[in-house]
């Protein structure tokens, strides 16, 4: 089966079937606090740390609620998994809001 059958495609080359999307500001946020010194300012103070990446404002919104199940879906999941860790979210309750949505 040739692979045009099972992904579409737009004009410019963007998959029109994928699941889900990434956040690249998102994920260079949690890339980014996987420095020891950029995850301590983060935990000391998330506004500050967040007016510096041009989040949207419900992606801004899930980041300081902790809302596992939206977050999950916007970035790479080894990503969201050291965010949690880094802001001090201990990892039985990281997964259980994983699991339960």
Do not use: C, H
């Amino acid at each position: 089966m040739p692979l045009t059958s099972i992904f579409a495609f737009d004009m410019n080359g963007f998959s029109l079937t994928a699941s889900r999307m990434t956040d690249y500001w998102l994920s260079k946020l949690f890339f980014d606090l996987q420095n020891s010194a950029a995850a301590a300012e983060f935990r000391a103070d998330r506004e500050m740390v967040l007016s510096r990446y041009p989040l949207d404002a419900e992606v801004r919104q899930a980041v300081l609620d902790n809302n596992v199940t939206y977050l999950s879906q916007r970035t790479n999941p080894y990503l969201l998994r050291y965010f949690f860790f880094a802001s001090g979210m201990p990892e039985e309750e990281f997964v259980a809001r994983l699991r339960d949505g």
